[in-house]
């Protein structure tokens, strides 16, 4: 080795987990010290599976890092709290088993937080406990003794302000130490239930490959009830050992013995012991800030009329707000396609690059202004921490469907994108509760179904300008819609396939915050580059094809443009499905517009203005001036002469998007979710099956009617 090398400080790379309960900071930590952009949130559940990065040391040496889902015990009642606990024991296959483990915990409600870094101090490896929200602390009048709490447990206690930065330099350091002290943390297990940890931790260390310290931590939690969530990935125990869990369980129970509760209780007496010697409680004058905001918005009935006043803003916002951006996206996309036209010879490779992919894709992009309104929207609930509050004030109604208040949270997460609503019911104890959830969380109108929204909205009120009352009365509806659906279904489930009483909800309300503007800021530049990447890829590529396929073959010459996309392979598929969509108020035309969409929601928007910017050609193939894809609607024509595209038309569209599945990634992870192709294709049949009668039923009522 060279003079000047430096020593290697450890044999391979170190694997931190990061831990703790919901919504203590986990992720905002993981972001500091890793530098990525993982979503985070005020409110339970916003990870749900593991991620990893990596750090580096004080002398420049990489540190791998996990932060794993929020739970409050290592006993699993969930299957993102067993994700947690199967990496922490080392069950999956597909992770390192962690070195070296980061408690984090929420210094206002410490003796809380101890019980989870309890558990995790049996498992006899380095921990540092980290204190995050110091500041709330001092804020409530808590003082801690840090100094008093690392002599009592034998280690490194981090004061921390996740959200500022503040402690990350002194725990960057503590990762650095290769000699991290072991806990001499100890508790008494009862005398009746030694022997059969002594027993179980033997055969986990002899038949399951144990470490001693790891095999006592698992003995102790298979002798907890609730730790009986499995996960794919995992590990199953021995033959012996579940054999000896079984003969141990069967004992107690004829002798009438809760050992299951007599393990919690020592533990708690033990935290309780540990609390009394380093937390001084302050002393609050009156109702905090908070506790005056919660008076209003979880009052039973001011909390409905601020979730409405919230829901109203926000659209509002949507229209007033991005008019200006969008009408410029609008001229830059136009301009873009006429530069094409003034440099590029008239023919086919023209048409493609003007008709297909620029029009395609620029109809789509000009909705961007309003989808980031909607993310910024969602991102400040997030992190104030108002989504709680809302989760709380909607567990009456949902407990009459058959569900909780926890289902609200993926369902509300479900406004954004399906796909991560639906993992985020891994935070759902019941398993029935759960696969309801994930069911019905696809009604729940996302933001790919906004441009197709948007568009109707546009094409179904005569002239220029739609009045502001319309536009947001129309998306509320929608967004009522879409909801009622979720609760009725899931009333309907619960009462049939999915029988179950529902679970009490068990959810902290956390404090309120300030918005991380610069986290909402993040998400929102991630979920814009999402959607261009969408935009770029998936939709460019539909619409080119789709161009192709409204195109060729060539119609006899003399054909009208109308006649051309009949003639052509995507005019005879629409025209194939068009018996089984006619009765809904849809032609042919309409129908490519539905095939496309399959493979995302907002695809209609692009494939109808490529169907519909084809008409515009004359019969030698030369490009007609394009009006605005709204006039092209109300332009359209059946026919005998009637209008396609009539207010009752576009709101038998709308309500068709509101409740058909026409998303394939939401199938392909609602596979993975169930793991089962069962669901999914239960879910997809009985999901059109209702766009198609609710539709029915609007445009056979409103032609009755005489709309």
Request: glycine share 8%; aromatic share 8%; with cysteine.
């Amino acid at each position: 080795m060279s003079a000047d090398a430096k020593p290697t400080l450890y044999p391979r790379t170190p694997v931190y987990a990061i831990i703790g309960n919901p919504n203590c900071g986990k992720s905002t930590l993981f972001n500091a010290l890793t530098g990525l952009k993982q979503k985070v949130g005020n409110y339970p559940g916003v990870t749900v599976e593991k991620k990893q990065g990596t750090t580096y040391s004080q002398h420049g040496q990489p540190l791998a890092v996990i932060d794993l889902p929020g739970t409050y015990s290592l006993a699993a009642r969930s299957p993102d709290e067993a994700v947690t606990r199967d990496v922490l024991l080392g069950r999956r296959a597909d992770t390192p088993t962690p070195d070296r483990i980061i408690c984090l915990v929420d210094a206002t409600n410490l003796e809380r937080n101890l019980y989870l870094v309890h558990q995790v101090l049996d498992l006899g490896r380095p921990v540092i406990l980290v204190l995050n929200m110091m500041d709330l602390a001092a804020a409530a009048g808590v003082n801690i003794r840090v100094a008093r709490l690392e002599k009592e447990l034998g280690i490194p206690v981090i004061p921390c302000e996740a959200v500022n930065g503040k402690g990350i330099l002194q725990l960057k350091l503590a990762m650095s130490r290769p000699d991290l002290p072991l806990s001499r943390h100890a508790w008494d297990v009862p005398p009746a239930i030694a022997a059969a940890v002594a027993e179980l931790q033997a055969s986990l260390a002899a038949n399951d490959g144990k470490p001693p310290l790891s095999a006592r931590a698992e003995a102790l939690l298979l002798l907890t009830d609730q730790d009986s969530v499995r996960v794919a990935g995992s590990t199953p125990l021995s033959a012996r050992t579940a054999e000896i869990l079984q003969a141990w369980q069967k004992r107690w129970e004829a002798e009438g013995m809760d050992w299951a509760g007599a393990l919690v209780n020592s533990r708690y007496e033990a935290i309780g012991r540990l609390a009394a010697e380093v937390v001084q409680p302050g002393v609050m004058a009156g109702p905090t800030v908070s506790d005056r905001i919660d008076a209003v918005v979880t009052h039973p009935i001011w909390g409905w009329l601020v979730l409405v006043a919230v829901m109203t803003l926000l659209f509002v916002s949507i229209f007033t707000l991005a008019e200006y951006p969008m009408d410029w996206i609008g001229v830059q996309v136009a301009a873009l396609a006429g530069w094409v036209r003034g440099v590029m010879p008239p023919g086919d490779l023209r048409d493609l690059i003007t008709d297909g992919a620029i029009e395609g894709v620029g109809t789509i992009i000009t909705f961007l202004p309003q989808i980031l309104i909607l993310f910024f929207f969602i991102g400040l609930l997030e992190n104030t921490g108002y989504m709680a509050r809302a989760a709380f004030i909607m567990d009456r109604l949902m407990s009459r469907v058959g569900l909780n208040g926890k289902s609200f949270i993926p369902l509300l997460s479900s406004y954004a994108c399906a796909i991560p609503g639906i993992m985020a019911t891994r935070t759902i104890e019941d398993p029935k509760d759960r696969l309801t959830t994930i069911l019905v969380a696809p009604l729940m109108s996302c933001s790919a179904r906004l441009p197709v929204y948007l568009l109707m909205i546009a094409a179904l009120v005569p002239g220029d300008r739609v009045p502001l009352a319309t536009k947001v009365g129309l998306m509320l509806l929608m967004y009522a819609l879409g909801t009622g659906g979720a609760f009725g279904f899931a009333w309907l489930f619960k009462r049939t396939l999915l029988k179950g009483a529902p679970p009490l909800m068990i959810m902290e309300l956390p404090p309120y915050r300030l918005p991380g503007l610069k986290d909402v800021a993040m998400h929102m530049v991630e979920r814009a580059g999402l959607f261009l990447k969408r935009a770029g890829t998936i939709i460019l590529g539909i619409s080119i094809v789709l161009w192709f396929l409204s195109t060729f073959p060539r119609a006899p010459a003399g054909a009208t443009s109308i006649q051309q996309v009949e003639y052509s392979i995507a005019g005879r598929a629409g025209h194939a499905i068009e018996p089984l969509i006619k009765p809904i108020g849809f032609d042919w035309r309409i129908g490519i517009g539905l095939i496309s969409s399959f493979a995302a929601r907002e695809v209609f928007v692009s494939s109808t203005a490529v169907v519909f910017s084809v008409e515009n050609f004359d019969a030698n193939h030369e490009h007609a001036d394009i009006a605005p894809l709204r006039v092209a609607l109300r332009n359209a024509r059946w026919p005998d002469g009637r209008p396609l595209f009539t207010p009752l038309v576009c709101l038998s569209l709308m309500i068709y998007y509101v409740f058909a599945m026409q998303c394939m990634s939401t199938i392909a992870v609602v596979r993975r979710e169930t793991n089962t192709w069962r669901w999914p294709i239960f879910q997809t049949a009985y999901m059109t099956g209702a766009a198609w009668i609710l539709s029915f039923i609007v445009y056979q009522g409103g032609t009755a009617l005489g709309f």
